[in-house]
């Protein structure tokens, strides 16, 4: 089972590009999140969706924009990245309402030049 | 405003020698409290959901326990595999389906 799918694994991007994280879950999950991870801050959430075509800032949304493309697929934009947006980003996804927990992906280390 | 704080930061234990990981929460409503173990360059790893104060749950060498303030996860006989990073995470009652995260615990196992 593959679960949460996120391409690509490794990027490097200079100041200023732009790129598009993807994720994909094949669990039937109703909600999908992006998290970022960073040294000494734990995991933060960025965007959540906790069903198809709705969308919600986290804790950290700023310099980022989301589409939730259907119910399995889940994208994360950088417009115009910057150097603070080095970091490990993780897309999870979970069953709405169930108090189940979230199922990770392997995350992309993303850095920025 | 909700925090999850874990302790300690770090941890290094010799192979067998049993320990505690503890995560206390200040939460205005507990809805469920979660448990992941992380390796190096991976998504973390769901390991036990508890409930509600006195729930406990076990798994190999693992035990996981609540209480109203905090949780423990007490590694008996631990073994170098058992090296990871842990995460406690919270979820919150008001409807949202956001989880909040502790820093985690890094243990270390040396053989």
């Known amino acids: 089972n593959a679960g949460v799918t996120q391409t690509p694994k490794f990027q490097v991007l200079k100041t200023g590009q732009s790129m598009t994280l993807q994720c994909a879950q094949d669990?039937?999950?109703?909600?999908m999140y992006w998290y970022r991870q960073d040294p000494g801050m734990g995991l933060r959430l960025i965007y959540y969706s906790a069903s198809e075509g709705t969308t919600d800032k986290g804790e950290v949304p700023n310099g980022y924009n989301v589409s939730r493309l259907n119910k399995r697929e889940f994208s994360l934009r950088l417009e115009s990245a910057a150097p603070s947006q080095t970091s490990v980003y993780f897309c999870?996804?979970?069953?709405?309402?169930?108090?189940?927990?979230?199922?990770f992906g392997d995350g992309t280390r993303l850095s920025i030049l | 405003e909700d925090q999850v704080t874990q302790s300690p930061e770090a941890l290094r234990l010799q192979e067998g020698e049993s320990s505690s990981l503890n995560c206390s929460y200040t939460?205005?409503?507990?809805?469920?409290l979660f448990w992941y173990r992380q390796d190096p360059g991976k998504g973390p790893e769901f390991l036990f959901t508890?409930?509600?104060a006195g729930e406990e749950k076990e798994k190999e060498r693992l035990k996981a326990t609540l209480t109203k303030k905090e949780s423990f996860l007490h590694i008996t006989a631990p073994k170098p595999e058992d090296s990871a990073t842990y995460l406690c995470?919270?979820?919150?009652?008001?409807?949202?389906?956001?989880?909040?995260f502790g820093k985690g615990t890094k243990l270390t196992v040396n053989p």
């Open positions: 995470a919270v979820h919150v009652q008001g409807g949202s389906e956001k989880l909040v």
């Open positions: 508890l409930y509600s």
């Open positions: 999870a996804s979970g069953q709405t309402y169930s108090n189940q927990p979230q199922h």
């Open positions: 939460v205005s409503g507990l809805r469920g």
């Open positions: 669990m039937n999950h109703n909600s």
